[in-house]
T-cell receptor
């Protein structure tokens, strides 16, 4: 069964450093997402991406964050200058379609196993 | 803005018994979808079941079923014949447009 793949599983970095989290979405999916989960808290939406541009982003997704689909398979999240409070589990997700009203299974988001980011 | 509330931080159930996890939500959207995701200790988010808001019939997936009360904005998950492998954190989520809004989760313990 196709799955979303995230690398690395654990990333340790020093405060102020740049990190890039990588994701390989399911191959025929068109919509891509990043979420984060601070330890012990709820999963929070960061950004959605379609057709090489951001379709929606949350207040968390400020100027220090960026996303990119550098080739036909990878989807990356870059944090320019990490802060201690960026320590969290970061989940990538993909779906065949994005709009809720399309119906069917097209709007289901399939998640990767996550990258644990530890900022020291 | 959407909100999802799970009022039970923790629940426990005996193996083979039935348990119900509660969820309420609030959204101003007319088109939305509701989901239950399971997060085992591995922390991967696994879809358990989904419900289209426009459908009156409650969704069922094997031992998992929902009680969707649209007017009350309630979306509870029932797990029948609980198994040890069901032990996990369960998140209720609401989706409209692009993003999922999650509740805080319910930690389910299954006792042998």
């Amino acid at each position: 069964e196709p799955e979303v793949t995230q690398t690395p599983s654990h990333q340790v970095t020093q405060m102020g450093q740049e990190v890039i989290l990588r994701c390989v979405p399911i191959s025929n999916h068109l919509y891509f997402y990043w979420y984060r989960q601070i330890l012990g808290q709820k999963v929070e939406f960061l950004v959605s991406f379609y057709n090489n541009e951001i379709s929606e982003k949350s207040e968390i997704f400020d100027d220090q964050f960026s996303v990119e689909r550098p080739d036909g398979s990878n989807f990356t999240l870059k944090i320019r200058s990490t802060k201690l409070e960026d320590s969290a589990m970061y989940f990538c997700a993909s779906s065949p379609r994005g709009q809720a009203f399309f119906g069917g299974v097209g709007n289901i988001q399939y998640f990767g196993a996550g990258t644990r980011l530890s900022v020291l | 803005a959407q909100t999802v509330t799970q009022s039970q931080p923790e629940m426990s159930v005996q193996e083979a018994e039935t348990v119900t996890l509660s969820c309420t939500y609030d959204t101003s959207e007319s088109d939305y979808y509701l989901f239950w995701y399971k997060q085992p200790p591995s922390r991967q988010m696994i879809l358990v079941i989904r419900q289209e808001a426009y459908k009156q019939q409650n969704a069922t997936e094997n031992r998992f079923s929902v009680n969707f009360q649209k007017a009350a904005k309630s979306f509870s998950l029932k797990i029948s014949d609980s198994q040890l492998g069901d032990a996990a954190m369960y998140f209720c989520a609401c989706r409209s447009n692009y993003k999922l809004t999650f509740g805080k989760g319910t930690l389910l313990t299954v006792n042998p």
